[in-house]
């Protein structure tokens, strides 16, 4: 079984690159199986995280980041694989 956390952050203007540094910063205990960190236009930060649990395990989540980083609060979706 598995699951993968969503985060998603627009950063303030003008703090894109420090938001992006503020969440490839944040180090998660225990690790995740895989982590990715993706940019997109406006300023926004994805992370995506894999983990070898159930869906409604207790893994850890990046946190908010701090409110002057940010231009509106931040998005988290938690999903689970399906079979193809």
Do not use: K
């Not at 969440?23 to 930060?45: H, N, Q, S, Y």
Request: charged fraction near 25%; charge should be negative.
């Amino acid at each position: 079984m598995a699951v993968t956390l969503m985060w998603e952050a627009r950063a303030a203007e003008g703090r894109g690159a420090e938001l992006l540094a503020w969440a490839r910063a944040r180090e998660l205990d225990p690790p995740p199986a895989r982590r990715e960190t993706f940019t997109a236009p406006g300023d926004r930060v994805l992370v995506i995280t894999w983990w070898d649990a159930p869906y409604a395990a207790d893994v850890p989540e990046l946190p908010t980041p701090p409110e002057e980083l940010l231009h509106r609060p931040v998005h988290r979706w938690r999903f689970s694989p399906v079979s193809d």
